[in-house]
């Protein structure tokens, strides 16, 4: 199966565009303010319109409800709804029943330990991704740039597929592929020039290091 390559965190046509030409899988919009990379549902309609048929869209929120989901996706007409809250189960399931959309949710992970609720969240979620944990006084839960210690993804049985983010960049994707055999590498922080300012030059280069990664795991 392809690596799947996700672009998180574009606001602006420019660098939407160099994601989509430069053959991104995923691309992901921010809908929660306390982010740089928060964007508006004005913005994020003319962005979907931008991305449609090219590449999955994706919606992040963090905790949100259902008015908000709702205005997320008449707008943006996302593919798929990707959650870095404290959602429950029940929550999830509510959410996949309401609007019909497969979720991905965020696990946040600094030991195996955080590994835990991985279950519970695999029997209802479509895919799971796996993220830095954020320091207790941060003020939202990812696109930190953190890493963390991916050998506790290695040998990891999972019926669902699963990708990896957290401090990805160009010059780790390649390692983190190969220790987490992850089918999708997630990035954001690790292709700006500052926090919420994405650069052409930083996507293409990571899509095309992941690209290279991807061969290297298959040989």
């Given at each position: 199966?392809?690596?799947?390559?996700?672009?998180?965190?574009?606001?602006?046509?420019?660098?939407?565009?160099?994601?989509?030409?430069?053959?991104?899988?995923?691309?992901?919009?921010?809908?929660?303010?306390?982010?740089?990379?928060?964007?508006g549902l004005t913005a994020a309609r003319e962005l979907g319109q931008q991305a449609r048929g090219r590449a999955l869209k994706v919606a992040l929120t963090?905790?949100?409800?259902?008015?908000?989901?709702?205005?997320?996706?008449?707008?943006?007409?996302?593919?798929?709804?990707?959650?870095?809250?404290?959602?429950?189960?029940?929550?999830?399931?509510?959410?996949?029943?309401?609007?019909?959309?497969?979720?991905?949710?965020?696990?946040?992970?600094?030991?195996?330990?955080?590994?835990?609720?991985?279950?519970?969240?695999?029997?209802?979620?479509?895919?799971?991704?796996?993220?830095?944990?954020?320091?207790?006084?941060?003020?939202?839960?990812?696109?930190?740039?953190?890493?963390?210690?991916?050998?506790?993804?290695?040998?990891?049985?999972?019926?669902?597929?699963?990708?990896?983010?957290?401090?990805?960049?160009?010059?780790?994707?390649?390692?983190?592929?190969?220790?987490?055999?992850?089918?999708?590498?997630?990035?954001?922080?690790?292709?700006?020039?500052?926090?919420?300012?994405?650069?052409?030059?930083?996507?293409?280069?990571?899509?095309?290091?992941?690209?290279?990664?991807?061969e290297l795991s298959v040989q």
């Open positions: 199966m392809s690596l799947l390559v996700k672009i998180c965190g574009l606001t602006t046509p420019d660098t939407l565009g160099a994601a989509l030409d430069a053959g991104a899988d995923m691309v992901g919009f921010v809908f929660f303010p306390p982010s740089p990379r928060h964007v963090v905790g949100a409800d259902d008015a908000t989901f709702e205005n997320i996706v008449e707008t943006l007409r996302p593919d798929l709804l990707q959650l870095h809250g404290r959602e429950s189960i029940a929550r999830i399931r509510d959410l996949k029943q309401r609007f019909g959309l497969p979720v991905m949710k965020a696990i946040p992970v600094e030991t195996a330990a955080d590994l835990a609720p991985l279950a519970g969240y695999a029997d209802v979620c479509d895919r799971i991704l796996f993220d830095a944990r954020a320091p207790k006084d941060a003020t939202r839960p990812g696109g930190l740039g953190a890493t963390f210690d991916w050998h506790v993804l290695e040998g990891l049985k999972l019926d669902r597929p699963f990708m990896v983010s957290g401090g990805l960049s160009a010059d780790n994707v390649a390692e983190a592929v190969r220790t987490t055999r992850a089918g999708g590498v997630d990035v954001s922080s690790g292709v700006e020039r500052t926090p919420g300012v994405k650069d052409c030059d930083l996507i293409r280069n990571f899509i095309r290091a992941a690209r290279a990664a991807e």
